[in-house]
């Protein structure tokens, strides 16, 4: 369970965005006023189009910067009661209608039944949420123009930028007391669909160690079947109890007295709704199966590329370099035996086990080693087995023996500026470890669960205050139906963006639009060459052309699901205040022009047709 | 400067088309009108249904964009925002948020002004109170007649005190003691120094309280003047005999008191503005095209 895209560090990723940003900005403006102004000519000739567009432009500073708080408010609180009047509390029901389902189909026996749970609920909660987003946003002012109502409203001294912006805001409030709500729900729905509990009698312990007058030590046993599971016991002679991990998760136990027997009882379980805080390596590099420097490792074939292999049983590494490794980071009153490290490694075999069962596959064997800046060696640590995607932590000493024998400590000698590599090694020859920089972090801490939720919560929210945008500046010059299904468009052209952009970017194998579709009549294959001739080259021109189109749309469409913490809460990482930072901005990013567009669409149009 | 000051309404050659989706000319309902409206008076456009009086007071409201032309409130041009400070609007049918009451209603419209909250309330209190619906201030207006409604449509339009009113139509579903009411406020409105611009197209409507009226006919200004002084027949005297001149009259009269008589009337008779109506349909029928532009009575 990893997260497989890097986030860029806040500072850095705010400087390249906001020049692109401006770019992009620059030139939207630039094409709206050229593509006005040559609208407004063929009419009334270029004089008067420029007097036009100079006042639209005089007349929008005027109208965005005197926006008062009063009006924009009370537009809000007609949105508010709008919303309460198209009742759409009915929402709840359908969500509590969801819940009942979901609470018969999903799992909780599972083998990772919180990350189904959570991604249960937070998909219903966004899907319901964007769904009244886009209807309340799309229809409400159509219909205020169909009714005419609009009319009483214009005619008081209200800017049409607070038109826009009162419905925004209304809509959005009413999003968020019913995103709030339900997500209130879904907590109590996945904290209760996980719990339960086990309890084992004393006597069905059986002792392991016998001290010498006899007495037993430490006892062992298993806990009661609850979810197709069951927990391994030990009960030390003081009394203290130690419940092992199964299935993700573990219990804090109290003994109690039951008919006169020592019963252990457990309490809810723990361990399973968490927010681990990943440190990232800031640099992932390799070395070949000769020992030297390389870019990358091996392509075993793997399509997407994202992972980069090492060759089991050479010199072949994957090293991380990670940064601010201290001691303050990781005190040893909280990090005892070590430094946890996580790890997810993909594992290509050239040849299987006995069966293909996964559970009988043997793990394949690896070294994990942290390099001496000194030597600029690796240090081995310690040997492991991997198993195919499966998490494993490791942990390294706080002090670490060389061959040599001598005892260096991880971060005085090791880490003296706080900077660590990890060096993993394949063993096995003929096998192959598969890595991307994030599949390997440390874990410093738990954040809070609840807290992640919410943050999960806020990605929703984004979205859907998007959404809302979207759909009110739609909704200014479209009728209701179409100002809807533009609005849809955009959210699927949104999804869909990443992809566009790369077609548009002549990323995507197999060329562009009319060259795909070139290929798909004729059969050809993605790689092979076209013969060149005048043909080609006209289906490349038009190509080029299409692709430009596709790269702009793509540049102007919100990339709909990097909005999202879903995964990350899901898989259980901490959604980290940079990510939560950069989606907000880039949501505020679209909502700015998106605003100003459905203001100036309002304002240019005659509110009586 | 003292004229134009007065000027609360001017249109300059306004003119309107109303054009389909495809940019295709559907219909010409205002064909250059130039009006006037001075402070303090009540203006009257008349016209049978079609001729255009909507149109006009939309263009006026910045609801419209003219084709051509220009129309002037205060003195700004009529897409700007600040003119609505200063002006209430009946609309034709009152366009209300159905699921608010009468209270939420006034005090929505109220908050769009820069008014204080205390003078608001106090406000929305009153012109329910004026409109006669104390007894339904909280119920939602789905369940107003339209009667009612509309009569909330005229405690909207007076919410911020304005100097102008432009009431469109405002008799229409009102029963006779509303009409009556409705009549009398305008004429009150007028007492308290506001202008009022008011449309329709049932002559007695406007025959009561009009000071001046202009007379549209399929987007033409085909009238315009004051009301008695349109209505006023001057080469008729109306006496109750036929064939004196004003000697005989003064001899009647001389010869009236002579004999201790009282006389009662004698004056030019008024025709009904139904009349004029008529014959000005009739005559824009036999010459298409005519048309007065600007005023010309003293
Ligand atoms: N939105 C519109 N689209 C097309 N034609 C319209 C529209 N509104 C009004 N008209 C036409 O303009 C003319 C004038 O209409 P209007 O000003 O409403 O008349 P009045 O208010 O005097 O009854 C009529 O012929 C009407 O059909
Ligand atoms: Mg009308």
């Known amino acids: 369970m990893v997260i497989e895209y890097a986030i860029v560090p806040f500072l850095e990723w705010l400087s390249t965005s906001f020049v692109y940003w401006l770019m992009i900005l620059g030139g939207v403006v630039a094409a709206a006023l050229i593509g006005s102004w040559l609208v407004v000519t063929l009419r009334h000739g270029p004089v008067v189009a420029f007097r036009c567009v100079g006042r639209v432009l005089s007349d929008t500073v005027v109208d965005l910067a005197l926006i008062a708080p009063r009006r924009v408010l009370a537009m809000a609180w007609l949105a508010v009661k709008e919303s309460i009047r198209r009742r759409v509390v009915v929402v709840f029901a359908v969500f509590l209608v969801l819940l009942l389902f979901a609470g018969w189909f999903l799992d909780p026996a599972s ?88 309890q084992v009698a004393d006597a069905d312990l059986r002792a392991v160690e016998q001290i010498d007058d006899g007495e037993p030590a430490i006892r062992q046993g298993h806990s009661s079947r609850v979810h197709k599971h069951r927990h391994e016991v030990t009960v030390d002679a003081s009394g203290g109890v130690r419940v092992e991990l199964e299935h993700g998760h573990w219990h804090d136990v109290s003994a109690g007295q039951s008919a006169g027997e020592t019963v252990y009882q457990f309490g809810p379980p723990r361990g399973r709704l968490v927010a681990r805080v990943p440190v990232y390596a800031r640099q992932l590099r390799f070395k070949d199966p000769t020992g030297e420097d390389a870019e990358e490792g091996v392509n075993v074939g793997d399509e997407w590329g994202y992972r980069s292999f090492i060759r089991g049983g050479s010199l072949a590494a994957a090293i991380w370099t990670f940064e601010d490794i201290t001691t303050d980071r990781f005190p040893k009153s909280s990090f005892p035996d070590g430094l946890p490290l996580e790890m997810t490694l993909e594992v290509f075999r050239t040849y299987k086990g006995q069966t293909d069962d996964p559970k009988t596959i043997p793990g394949i064997l690896g070294s994990l080693s942290v390099g001496d800046p000194k030597t600029g060696k690796p240090i081995e640590v310690r040997l492991f087995t991997a198993k195919d995607f499966a998490t494993d932590v490791q942990y390294i000493p ?68 998007l959404v809302i945008g979207i759909g009110a500046m739609y909704s200014t010059f479209l009728s209701g139906p179409i100002a809807l299904l533009a609005t849809m468009g955009t959210l699927l052209g949104g999804f869909f963006s990443r992809f566009m952009g790369d077609l548009g970017a002549g990323a995507v194998m197999g060329g562009g639009p009319i060259e795909s579709l070139y290929r798909l009549v004729t059969q050809k294959n993605l790689i092979q060459d076209l013969e060149p001739g005048l043909k080609t080259t006209v289906i490349e021109m038009i190509d080029h052309v299409l692709e430009y189109g596709l790269w702009v749309t793509s540049s102007l469409l919100p990339e709909f699901d990097r ?7 899901a898989k259980g990482f901490d959604v980290s205040g940079n990510l939560a930072a950069q989606c907000a901005l880039r949501s505020l990013a679209f909502l700015i022009p998106v605003f100003v567009a459905g203001y100036l669409f309002l304002k240019t149009r005659e509110v009586a047709r | 400067m003292q004229a134009s000051n007065d000027v609360v309404i001017e249109t300059r050659n306004l003119t309107k088309v109303y054009r389909d989706f495809w940019g295709r000319q559907k219909v010409r309902a205002l064909k250059a009108l130039d009006l006037e409206v001075r402070r303090g008076e009540i203006f009257g456009l008349l016209g049978p249904n079609g001729s255009g009086k909507t149109t006009t007071i939309k263009l006026l409201l910045g609801l419209l964009f003219p084709t051509s032309g220009q129309s002037l409130v205060f003195g700004r041009d009529a897409t700007d925002v600040s003119k ?32 204080p909250r205390a003078v608001r309330r106090q406000r929305t209190f009153e012109l329910i109170e004026m409109v006669g619906l104390d007894w339904a201030r909280r119920r939602q207006l789905k369940e107003y007649s339209k009667g009612m409604v509309r009569r909330i449509g005229l405690a909207q339009a007076l919410i911020n005190d304005p100097e102008l009113i432009l009431l469109d139509e405002p008799t229409t579903g009102l029963d006779p003691i509303g009409t009556r009411e409705m009549k009398d406020l305008i004429l009150k409105l007028r007492d308290q120094g506001k202008t009022v611009l008011m449309c329709s197209h049932l002559l007695a409507d406007v025959q009561d309280v009009c000071d001046r009226i202009a007379i549209l006919y399929q987007g033409e200004l085909k009238e315009l003047g004051r009301v008695d002084n349109l209505l006023k027949v001057r080469d008729v005297t109306e006496i109750r005999a036929s064939g004196l001149d004003a000697q005989a009259q003064q001899e009647i009269k001389a010869v009236i008191e002579k004999h201790q008589g ?34 010309k009575e003293s």
Not at chain 1, 140 to 169: C, F, M, Q, Y
Not at chain 1, 170 to 195: D, K, P
Not at chain 2, 84 to 93: A, C, D, Q, T, V
Request: hydrophobic share 45%.
């Open chain 1, 111 to 198: 083998s990772e039944p919180a990350r189904l749970y959570l991604s249960f609920v937070l998909t219903a909660t966004s899907y319901l949420v964007l769904l009244l987003a886009l209807f309340l946003s799309a229809l409400s002012l159509p219909a205020d123009i169909k009714n005419k109502t609009l009319h009483t409203v214009v005619t008081k001294p209200v800017r049409p930028s607070e038109i826009v912006l009162g419905r925004i805001l209304g809509f959005t409030a009413v999003g968020t007391v019913l995103l709030g709500i339900m997500a209130l729900m879904s907590y109590v729905f996945v904290v209760r669909g996980l719990s339960h509990t086990h």
């Open chain 1, 398 to 465: 706080r002090q670490v023996e060389t061959p040599d024998g001598r005892k260096l400590d991880l971060f005085k000698d090791l880490a003296p500026d706080g900077r660590l590599e990890v060096w993993i090694r394949c063993i096995q020859p003929m096998q192959y470890f598969g890595m991307a920089r994030a599949d390997v972090y440390f874990r410093a801490r738990n954040a809070q669960f609840w807290v992640n939720l919410a943050k999960g919560y806020f990605g929703i929210w984004l979205q859907m205050v």
């Open chain 1, 563 to 569: 909005f999202s913490f879903s995964e990350h809460v």
């Open chain 2, 84 to 115: 609505n400070e200063r002006l209430g609007y009946l609309p034709e049918e009152s366009y209300l948020y159905r699921f608010l009451n009468a209270e939420e209603t006034l005090d929505f419209y109220g908050r769009l002004f820069k008014i």
């Open chain 2, 262 to 295: 009282k006389l009662l009337s004698m004056g030019n008779p008024t025709s009904t503005l139904e009349e004029l109506f008529l014959k000005i349909i009739r005559e824009s029928e036999a010459h298409p095209g005519r048309r007065v532009r600007g005023e």
